[in-house]
């Protein structure tokens, strides 16, 4: 009997771990290139419209809130359709605070990609693409992020950083989302 008992608690425990994967919100894959450098890829499903998202990642000015890692905006410039931000980080795998001077532009198709202009680090580059999902009301988005420091952390350690760190914005992203979205309906009902 307790043998069929234990066959019987295998298969809820895979079951149940398959069925919880295929339902998460966040699918995330973090690697070191060969190349050099860390790469993430991610497939999020957010609750919510894909203009509220869109929203939240080109308020640059309130880009720090969507981390949980010390950073600073020095400047935000907004230049024929481009916006240029150089942006302090203090993460505590690195010593000090880091400099990342990029570019983030919407493509026509309205992807977000961000891109390299300068500071420290030999490799940046991210890109959002947003789809509406459900008739518009969640948004499936898909995520690319390649980042190589410049500077002696070896690039595993930077692989692990980074998918905590991604995981914790992604949740915040989508937690702020949820905010709007129920200012909204809540200024929509009054």
């Known amino acids: ?22 339902a998460e919100p966040v699918v995330l894959d973090v690697r070191t290139e060969p190349t050099g450098g860390v790469k993430a890829t991610a497939t999020i499903l957010f609750p919510v419209e894909p ?24 400047e935000i410039r907004d230049q024929d359709g481009k ?32 891109e390299l202009k300068g500071g420290d680090f030999k490799q940046y580059r991210r890109f959002w693409k ?4 459900d008739g518009g009301a969640h948004t499936k988005a898909e995520f690319e992020l390649l980042v190589e420091i410049d500077m002696m952390v070896p690039d595993w350690i930077v692989a692990v950083a980074m998918r ?13 989302a949820l905010q709007i979205q129920q200012e909204l309906q809540s200024g929509r009902s009054q």
């Open 1 to 22: 009997m307790l043998w069929r008992v234990m066959i019987v608690m295998v298969y809820l425990v895979l079951g149940w771990s398959g069925w919880s994967r295929a």
């Open 51 to 74: 203009a509220i998202i869109q929203g939240i990642l080109t308020d640059y000015a309130h880009w720090p809130d969507l981390f949980d890692v010390r950073m600073r905006m020095a």
């Open 83 to 114: 916006v240029f931000t150089d942006i302090r980080i203090d993460h505590a795998l690195l010593p000090g605070e880091r400099r990342l001077l990029s570019e983030t532009r919407t493509l026509p198709t309205g992807e977000l990609l961000t």
């Open 130 to 133: 947003l789809n509406p999902v």
């Open 164 to 176: 905590r760190d991604m995981e914790m914005h992604f949740r915040i992203v989508r937690e702020k």
